[in-house]
């Protein structure tokens, strides 16, 4: 089956995959755009799990401050290396889960960090675990696989800190 140039490009801006991983995947669903975007995260989500142990010593700290000064947070969001840590996708991210801080106030970044005797609900006090604000269909877990798969590189959300006025 032929695929068309339009069909490609409307599952790249779904996906932000690339092109021949587009064409791939559309050429094994017969270009059904809906089962390709599912592969797609698929291998997306397999791509982060091997890049999972890389080093990840370079990143930015990411700040935001909600509307009426009120509440801020800080983000250390690290990646492999400073040029992928310029990209417009990875400051996006930074951006995006400063703003989860902000709005959710977590507790720990990674359900490893919960100390045995804390009796905490992953979802809510766990940053990586909690529905993503922009779209809650995904967690934010989701959306770093999902960036990962986007840059080609390890990304790993280190610490984050959060301050309102009265607490």
Known sequence: ME???????TLREKTSAGIM???SALEQTDGDIEKAASILKEQGVALAAKKALRTTNQGLIKSYIHNGNRI?????????TDFVARTPDF????HDIAMQVA?????????????????????KD??????FIK???????????????????????RRFYRISLGE
């Open 103 to 123: 709005a959710m106030a977590p507790t720990y970044v990674d359900v490893s960090d919960i100390p045995q005797e804390d009796n905490i609900v992953t979802e």
């Open 3 to 9: 695929i068309s140039v339009e069909t490609i490009k």
């Open 126 to 131: 766990c940053l990586m675990q909690q529905p």
């Open 21 to 23: 991983a587009c064409k």
């Open 135 to 157: 779209d809650p269909t995904k967690t934010v877990q989701d959306m770093v696989e999902e960036t990962v798969g986007k840059i080609g590189e390890n990304v790993r959300v």
């Open 91 to 94: 400051q996006q991210l930074a």
């Open 72 to 80: 801020g947070a800080l983000v250390e969001i690290n990646c492999e």
